[in-house]
DNA sequence: ACTATATTTCGTCGAATGCCGAAATGTCAA
DNA sequence: TTGACATTTCGGCATTCGACGAAATATAGT
């Protein structure tokens, strides 16, 4: 019960929810979602921490860089259910479309220049 | 998207996930339900409000009571998806048989005596 | 019409949440 | 070891959430 309602907590904000379609495609670091939800980078991680609490992501270092990912195919099922959930249900949504779209651009330029960026505002 | 985030932001609460496994079983009124999670009756009112503004619940008016279940088939995916999610990680837990056990009980006796026992406090 | 009763709405309060910027932590390169 | 940089942690502030009781609403019986 604990487990589960730390996975629906986890699920009951948008720019969560927006990380878990963003990372359908493929590990992201935490400048580059920042980058994508327009939030600072301590917001996101601290929002990172929550979808890695509840199982929901998991994480890979390299370098300076901390990368997040979907889990592998050993996590509960409780867990897969709620991905395939979440992907099912807002896979096709104009919103999950346009930050496919942006994610794009954003994967463009390398992970340094975009955490530059963010240091000037 | 916004759809979805109601049904998120709705099982994010413990008492509102214990309603929707106590529905399994069947409807239930404001004040059994009030009764089975030790809460006010206008608590649970509004966790019920929350509950079907999401599309996870249903209402029927008869006579003073107001009956809650679960949606008929005709429900959205998502919505459909999100019950079975939470039936198939939950049913199985101490605290859902549990409620169920509490639930017999108050089942054995009418909703009126349930109400007029609220009044006392 | 009046009363009793089941539910909902409203006002309030303390706790939790989401956000930011600043400071701390950890990692690589010079 | 020092400096640069990505991330995390911390402290704050505004907003939202969950709880209650009181008042309002709706329905049934007298």
Known sequence: MREFMRITKALADDNRVRVLLALKAGELCVCQISELCGLAPSTISKHLSILYQAGLI???????????????????????EAIDWVQKSLGGTPQAAEDRKKLKQILKVDPTTICQRQLRR
């Open 58 to 80: 998991e994480s890979r270092k390299e370098e300076r860089w901390v990368f997040y990912r979907l889990p592998s195919k050993e996590a509960t099922i409780a867990i897969r």
